[in-house]
């Protein structure tokens, strides 16, 4: 017998009120039962992303978001800033690349945050620069960006600050209109506790400014079409009917705990994982700003990283993810992001100290169950 426990970063565990709200009769989006349905997922998207904007619902996994922030935003030939730390980052250049925008990146080494202070340097010798791509969360390396030290440079420049909150968002604070962040993009299986299908996407007025002058073309991912069905409480397209209306039970569990309590509960749980690594002799990948919404961890010498995670998965049902790009079979990647507590944690510890143990890694057994516990207990 074998039970499935997801330790991922997207798609993250299901609560049951999501299931059962994806598991009901299916209505037409057309409806009055519908609109009081979106109405209300309007309103607390707001809450979420900490804005008076509009926040709008897309059809598509979060890249479709990305996808739309790139093409309403840019024009052929104009020049971007990409603030590059990861796999993720680097979808911002190749989206760029694909439109004809040219992006200019800052490479920054994977697990390292970025000081704001080169983002002002870059800006001041550029200033043609209309926007600045970053991330919030890099879930390939478990880097946490300085958003709010980035949206105090941007806010003193033409250019505008786009954030891939996709793996943040729901899991650590992102204010986006306290800190002057201008498009914010989101997915629904990350933070939100939603199977994938759904993207969001938030803008500023700043940089509704530059959607009206895109000339980047597009069609599925107009924002203007989008705003103007949002102003009627409506979706363009047919929107993913049933993962909506499981938003809307996401977001009322997310409302009753609070969005201060469940930014609590990442830290704790990301501090206690962050505690045991060191205790099985293993080191973090992410030292200097590590995202509370995923760990990501040096596979020891001597140990096959890629077997480590299969073994996990295929024998214990526990997944956790591995290395991504440069970076596959270096590590491995605990998501506490979502619908996680305390002691979903402390299974995936236990059964990596036993796969660790199986596969010949020396520590004492136990302790990094003890060291996490410890954390937890405060
Ligand atoms: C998961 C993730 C994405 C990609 O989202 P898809 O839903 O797979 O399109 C983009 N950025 C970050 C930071 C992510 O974690």
């Not at 890249?63 to 993720?88: H, P, R, Y």
């Not at 400014?209 to 991912?221: A, D, G, M, N, T």
């Not at 201060?260 to 830290?267: D, G, L, P, V, Y």
């Not at 996990?312 to 979502?338: I, P």
Request: charged share 25%; glycine share 8%; net charge neutral.
């Amino acid at each position: 017998m074998k039970k499935n426990y997801l330790l991922t970063p997207g798609p993250t565990p299901l609560p049951p009120e999501v299931c059962e709200a994806l598991s009901r009769p299916i209505i037409h989006h057309r409806t009055p039962q519908f609109q009081t349905v979106l109405k209300e997922v309007q309103e607390s998207l707001k809450a979420a992303f900490q804005t008076k904007n509009d926040v709008f619902i897309l059809t598509s996994s979060g890249t479709g978001a990305m996808e739309s922030a790139v093409v309403n935003l840019l024009s052929w030939g104009d020049k971007a800033l990409v603030i590059q730390g990861g796999k993720f980052g680097e979808r911002w250049t190749e989206l760029c690349q694909a439109y004809g925008v040219k992006p200019i990146v800052i490479d920054v080494e994977w697990g390292k945050a970025l000081d704001p202070q080169i983002l002002k340097d870059y800006l001041a010798k550029e200033p043609a620069i209309k926007a600045v791509f970053s991330t919030l969360c890099e879930t390939s390396t478990g880097v946490a960006f300085d958003i709010k030290g980035f949206a105090q440079v941007t806010k003193e420049t033409g250019a505008v600050l786009v954030v891939d909150a996709i793996s943040g968002l729901g899991a650590i604070d992102l204010q986006m209109d306290a800190w002057g962040v201008d498009v914010v993009v989101s997915g629904s299986q990350k933070g939100f506790m939603l199977p994938p299908g759904l993207a969001f996407i938030s803008v500023s007025k700043k940089a509704w400014k530059l959607v009206e002058e895109s000339k980047c073309p597009k069609y599925y991912f107009d924002l203007k079409s989008a705003k103007k069905a949002c102003d009627k409480t409506d979706t363009p397209f047919t929107p993913a009917i049933g993962i909506v209306i499981a938003l809307n039970e996401a977001l009322k569990m997310m409302k009753a705990e609070g969005f201060e309590n469940i930014f609590a509960r990442h830290k704790k749980l990301a501090d206690a994982t962050r505690a045991a690594m060191p205790a099985l002799g293993l080191s973090l990948f992410s030292t200097d700003a590590a995202s509370d919404a995923v760990t990501a961890v040096r596979v020891p010498a001597g140990i096959d990283g890629e077997k480590l995670v299969k073994t996990m998965r295929d024998e214990y049902g526990v997944t956790m993810a591995g290395g991504q790009g440069e970076m596959k079979g270096k590590l491995f990647r605990v998501a506490h992001m979502g619908y996680i507590s305390e002691f979903d944690i402390i299974l995936g510890i236990a059964c990596l100290e036993k796969v660790l143990k199986k596969m010949g890694h020396a520590f004492e057994l136990g302790a990094g169950v003890k060291a996490a516990q410890e954390v937890l207990l405060k």
